[in-house]
């Protein structure tokens, strides 16, 4: 193993060469080489005193130009380091190793090394991450399409059976089963849609868009729901006010129709929602008097629609704040 060489030991040895040498060698010659009584006769004070002055100032000036040339070499290899760090923070991604002499391995050889190997490390987790990120979107987008044909069948059963004379228990139990399918058929379609979101292959197209307008077409749109389930609507949806958000109208909808679905799937025993549009906050609200989302019909179905929603939300600037207990749940949507 090659052993490394410190930068500052260097640093002292030369400046220890040029600053000390001259005077030793001066005391070595004066002490070998005799001079005459006649010199030393000739040697006046004032001589000395112009030796002395020289020979510091050939030292000073031999320091101050070394200790220059030290620390402009040593700054351009820092400024190299900097610059390579700089551009990655910039660009978002990862610098070409830096060039290390092998031969040297001083500390600034050192750390260059680290960051390279760092660099490496990186480059190879990425990779991975990509790979199995790859695998498990392949892997969801074959089981949804899988599971479809399956499902598709076992309905069909359902509808045949449907036609036969059933006890009032067997009907029950046929209802029950293809609400399970359908139940299977939506989660398959949230994890899909997630799946989507999350490899970029759904389109994002921000525009202004009008707040008001959206939640209104979208209780519209929901509002037979609410009926059929017998969920009473408290809307407060100004029509002659409004706000804008920079958002994508599609993927806003959608964010309503979770949180609308949510409440018909697991808060519909409340029986009321509330949805207004706070144009002077610019905010959504949407609330219920279900059971929370603590119970357990949430923490079943909910999760995959409402990692959904975050995820859109975050990527329109957005965000969802949900207060929840035993009394019902308010989501408030606003600016993030």
Avoid at 186 to 209: A, I, N, Q, R
Wanted: with cysteine; aromatic share 10%; net charge negative.
């Amino acid at each position: 193993m090659k052993q490394n060489r410190s930068l500052f030991r260097r640093f002292l040895k030369v400046h220890f060469l040029f600053i000390f040498l001259p005077p030793i060698m001066l005391i070595f010659f004066s002490a070998f080489f005799e001079v005459s009584d006649t010199h030393k006769k000739e040697l006046s004070t004032l001589n000395l005193f112009y030796v002395t002055v020289l020979l510091f100032g050939f030292i000073l000036i031999a320091f101050v130009i070394l200790s220059w040339l030290f620390f402009l070499k040593l700054q351009k290899r820092l400024v190299r380091l900097q610059e390579v760090m700089s551009f990655s923070a910039k660009n978002n991604s990862f610098p070409e190793l830096i060039p290390v002499q092998s031969d040297r391995m001083d500390e600034i050889d050192q750390l260059g090394s680290s960051f390279n190997w760092m660099i490496q490390q990186l480059e190879g987790s990425r990779k991975r991450a990509y790979e199995e990120e790859l695998l498990r979107h392949r892997l969801i987008t074959n089981l949804s399409h899988d599971l479809r044909t399956p499902l598709t069948i076992l309905r069909g059963h359902i509808t045949r059976l449907n036609k036969e004379s059933l006890s009032l228990e067997g009907q029950d139990s046929l209802t029950e089963i293809n609400h399970t399918i359908t139940r299977v058929g939506d989660l398959m379609d949230d994890l899909l849609t997630y799946t989507l979101l999350t490899s970029g292959k759904h389109p994002f197209e921000p525009v202004s868009t009008d707040m008001g307008r959206l939640v209104r077409a979208s209780v519209a749109a929901w509002y037979p729901v609410f009926e059929e389930h017998e969920i009473q609507l408290d809307a407060d949806l100004p029509a002659d006010e409004t706000f804008y958000w920079l958002a994508d109208p599609k993927w806003m909808t959608r964010v309503l129709d979770n949180l609308f679905q949510n409440i018909v799937r697991h808060a519909a025993e409340g029986k009321y929602a509330n949805i207004v549009v706070d144009v002077e906050q610019e905010q959504i609200i949407v609330a219920d008097s279900g059971p929370g989302m603590n119970n357990s019909s949430y923490d079943q179905g909910a999760g995959i629609g409402l990692s959904t929603c975050h995820y859109m939300l975050n990527k329109m600037k957005l965000k969802a704040d949900f207060t929840s207990n035993e009394n019902g749940t308010r989501v408030v949507i606003g600016r993030a």
